[in-house]
């Protein structure tokens, strides 16, 4: 059974930079394209970017031009690179499969941007 565990996530000014990485234990087959998700206090979870096993990706406005994901299939791990942050980025963000999640969640990985 395939697990994700996420990481890299911490305490950051608003203005520094974050980069997470999600590692699945199992394989994941590289045809499916893999997303990073967030969910802020009191809010639902949304996805915030998604990459295809062709390298193309799709981002949320909020983030878009902030944010890069890219994925190694070979290491099985997807990472976020985060930039310019925002106290509005402040969430517990996961890694899944998209557009449909069909793995388990992971324990998320805590992101906190302080103003």
């Known amino acids: 059974q395939v697990q994700l565990v996420e990481s890299g996530g911490g305490l950051v000014q608003a203005g520094g930079s974050l980069r997470l990485s999600c590692a699945a234990s199992?394989?994941?087959?590289?045809?499916?394209?893999m997303g990073w998700y967030r969910q802020a206090p009191g809010k639902q979870r949304e996805r915030v970017a998604s990459?295809?096993?062709?390298?193309?990706?799709n981002y949320a406005n909020s983030v878009k031009g902030r944010f890069a994901i890219s994925r190694d299939n070979a290491k099985n791990t997807v990472y976020l690179q985060m930039n310019s942050l925002k106290p509005e980025d402040t969430a517990v963000y996961y890694c899944?499969?998209?557009?449909?999640?069909?793995?388990?969640w992971g324990q998320g990985t805590q992101v906190t941007v302080s103003s």
């Open positions: 199992g394989r994941i087959s590289s045809a499916y394209a």
């Open positions: 990459i295809t096993s062709f390298g193309s990706t």
């Open positions: 899944n499969t998209a557009p449909n999640v069909t793995v388990a």
